[in-house]
């Protein structure tokens, strides 16, 4: 295999598991192949494990947890150690986007601009809640006629399995392993098949860092047997997961099984609503960003463009032209402004609802399917006029197609953007005041954002209601989500 060469630096071509601060190969010496989406060449190899790479790294987070160095640490310690991290993740921060864009065949500056500095900003904003990590006195009449100070401390919740999604993994990694390294406790990743580079990094990081052996190990091979046995695993307490509703229901429903905890980050289908009265060009552009950034592999993606009825043809046709105009091919290439999707099952999963949007009668006006030669490349895609009973209106398609809907007035509106399975992000475009207020009060979602799509910042819970998950990321809900609330009660008298 050649060597990777990015404008940043030698990105690996040889991965292996690290488990307690050490590189291994799998026992039985199998390995996957990370294959490149742009020319479907290899990229990469890496180690692929299986139960006894599991049981290994899950011991070594479980005796590191329960006797190491590291629960010995006080919270202040552990956020200078988490602060190490951040500075060394800064130092490889261009290296790290490279990683995850060679990965997915995204636009380098994509993750240069999004993702790492999110990803820095959230290890920080970790490290600063280490030791601040606070319980509560409350006051109570006594028990059994005798006074009593009852007070609650928070504690790590223990051995964690973060199992990851490809598509921005670097990021999504971090929102994990640094409220829970904030928290107290020790992990064990798993990430995408597709996508192991970046989180080998990060342990490697960690171990440069000072952070004890044993903390931070990643174990890479697939879901079905490696995501597996960790939720399975008697020694795993909590399991934090971000990928497809369908995986995150087969989690939920195997960890129930021991009351191991979970967190659930899941899909969407995330509503942009545009009222008439807002700034149009202000509307579009995030519009645009919402349904094609990362080619709409994003969970809080805007796929769904609800407008009002009178503006819609004319919005939908803007929206169009803009879709038009993208420059699609390799993103290495100068220009270049939007590369393939991941992997072969999603350029078949896109093309399926494409020919769905086309057969259930929705109009065309940008993009389509495109013939398949080589490499994993979709056209950004405009359906408008639709209904918001379509397939296209209604699943998840996890690529860049924008389906716009028409509305009549308010009450319609939420009605259409609240008439899914799903409730993860949403956007209201609105000049008035108090309709923004109103719309954000009656949408079903985790985040709404007003004049503005998807914004998150590493002080801002992340989440999902209804099929999109349950628990917060991010924010001080994203480092308790790694802690058990104990109440003490002591008799005073
Ligand atoms: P996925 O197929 O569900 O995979 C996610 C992770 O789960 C991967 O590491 C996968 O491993 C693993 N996995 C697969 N089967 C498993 C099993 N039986 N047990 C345990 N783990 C298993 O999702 P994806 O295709 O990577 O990501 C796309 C989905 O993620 C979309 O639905 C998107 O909306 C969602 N997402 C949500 C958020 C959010 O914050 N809410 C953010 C990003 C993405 P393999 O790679 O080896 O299959
Ligand atoms: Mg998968």
């Not at 342990?203 to 044993?214: M, Q, R, S, T």
């Not at 609105?430 to 002080?459: E, L």
Request: glycine residues 10%; aromatic residues 6%.
């Amino acid at each position: 295999m050649t060597k990777l060469q990015s404008e940043a630096g030698l990105l690996p071509t040889e991965m292996f598991h690290f488990i307690n601060g050490i590189e291994v190969e799998s026992s039985d010496g199998a390995r996957g192949e990370l294959i490149n989406p742009v020319d479907e060449t290899v990229l990469a190899s890496y180690s692929f494990g299986g139960v006894a790479e599991v049981d290994a790294a899950v011991s070594a987070a479980r005796s590191e947890f329960d006797n190491g160095v590291w629960s010995s640490l006080s919270g202040y310690q552990r956020g200078c150690l988490i602060n190490k991290l951040a500075d060394l993740v800064e130092r490889d921060a261009d290296l790290i986007a490279d990683m995850d864009a060679v990965c997915i065949g995204r636009v380098p500056m994509e993750p240069r601009i999004l993702d790492l500095p999110n990803a820095i900003q959230t290890i920080r904003t970790s490290a600063g809640w280490a030791d601040k990590i606070e319980g509560r006195t409350i006051p109570t009449p006594g028990y059994l006629g005798r006074a009593t100070l009852s007070y609650t401390v928070n504690e790590p919740v223990g051995v964690v399995a973060a199992i990851t999604p490809w598509n921005t993994p670097f990021m999504i990694t971090c929102w994990k392993v640094a409220p829970l390294l904030a928290a107290g406790c020790t992990v064990v990743i798993k990430p995408s098949e597709e996508t192991p580079m970046s989180a080998l990094h990060l342990a490697k990081l960690a171990k440069e860092a000072g952070i004890p052996d044993g903390v931070v190990n990643v174990v890479t091979g697939s879901g079905s047997v490696i995501g597996n046995a960790l939720v399975r695993h008697p020694s795993v307490d909590k399991i934090t997961f971000t990928g497809s509703p369908a995986v995150g229901q087969h989690i939920q429903t195997e960890a129930a099984k021991d009351f191991k905890r979970v967190s659930l980050e899941l899909g969407g289908k995330s509503p942009q609503v545009v009222f008439s009265d807002a700034d149009q060009d202000e509307a579009l552009a995030g519009c645009a960003m919402g349904i094609f950034f990362n080619q709409g592999q994003i969970c809080a993606a805007g796929s769904r463009i609800l407008v009002q009825r009178d503006i819609a043809d004319e919005f939908a046709q803007k929206l169009a032209d803009v879709a038009s105009n993208i420059v699609v091919g390799n993103p290495q290439e100068e220009g270049v402004q939007m590369g393939p999707v991941c992997k072969k099952a999603q350029l078949d999963r896109v093309n399926y609802y494409i020919r769905e949007g086309v057969a259930a009668g929705a109009s065309l006006l940008a993009g389509g399917e495109c013939p398949y030669e080589k490499g994993w490349f979709v056209r950004p895609t405009v359906f408008a006029a639709a209904t918001n009973d379509m397939a296209i209106a209604q699943q998840e398609i996890f690529g860049p197609v924008a389906t716009v809907i028409p509305f009549d007035d308010e009450q319609d509106a939420v009605e259409i953007a609240n008439g899914t399975v799903y409730g993860l992000g949403a956007t209201v475009w609105t000049s008035d005041v108090k309709r923004a207020h109103r719309m954000a009060k009656k949408i079903k979602a985790g985040a709404v954002g007003v004049n503005c799509w998807a914004p998150i910042d590493a002080r801002l819970p992340w989440g999902g209601v209804k099929q999109s998950g349950s628990g917060r990321e991010c924010g001080l809900s994203g480092v308790m989500a790694y802690t058990e609330e104990k109440v003490i009660t002591v008799v005073t008298d």
